[in-house]
């Protein structure tokens, strides 16, 4: 299927590894061109060279902090008028207890999982109003729709940025701009990959079995973890021509883990 996109520009922040570089791939598998940001040099080089490699496309990379002033300047620097904008980031550390959550974890959050996004769709949208094209979607977590204690770092200001996208959505919808969020659930990405294998190293047992474990435990029905590219394609599905009439929506994957019917 042709999604229409081809030739398009995308920035993706977040985009070394994980959800945020299946994106990128799935993007780049219909024609569109990079930009790329994370915090760690090397891994997005790495990154930039595989999708350069394998789908033919342009791809520029910049490596700074999407969750700085200085970060986001050198980030819009290099791509201050992309046609597609997608945003997710490292999760921040899991909470069992609230109250050990700290004042500079929280300033820390807000930064990555609000405001900087904030700041990076003020900043695209004009330009896309102006050509009468454009999408955003920002991954954020189910922990937006079902709050949870192990979870509040990553819930609290995705459930603002929700917020604020579907208020800013319905403003834009008439200048065929959409913005969307995806909700993932548990998925194997590199951060999930450190944190199990650190937990199975001190429990004597190894990542799959941890992972069942905790699929066991959190009753997660596909009694597994989702793979990156099913987030990343639908990703791209929602910033396709397919999808000009969607928009202010917030998408559960999930693997059947929440039980609601809307």
Known sequence: ??????GRRALVNGASAGMGRAAAEMLAAEGVDLVLSARGAARLEETADHIRQRFGVKVSAV??????????????????????????CSPPPMTPDHRAITMDQWKASLDTG???PVQFIE???????????????????????????????SGG?????????????RRVAVDNVTLNAVL???????????QFTETAR?????????????AEFHQIPAKRFGDARDVGSLVAWLCSEYASYMTGQSLVVDGATTRSTF
């Open 1 to 6: 299927m042709d999604m229409g996109i081809r």
């Open 63 to 88: 490596a700074a902090d999407h969750g700085t002033d200085e970060g986001r300047a050198r980030i819009l620097a290099a791509c201050p008028d992309p046609d597609i904008l997608v945003a997710t």
């Open 114 to 116: 609000l405001l900087g």
């Open 123 to 153: 900043a695209v949208l004009p330009g896309m109003q102006a050509r009468r094209w454009g999408r955003i979607v920002n991954i954020a977590s189910i922990a937006v729709k079902y709050p949870l204690e192990l979870r509040i770092l």
């Open 157 to 169: 200001p995705r459930a603002a940025l929700i917020n604020y996208t579907v208020a800013v959505a």
């Open 184 to 194: 993932p659930g548990m998925f194997h990405t590199a951060a999930v990959h450190d």
């Open 202 to 214: 001190r429990n004597g047992t190894s990542y799959d079995i941890e992972v069942a474990k905790f």
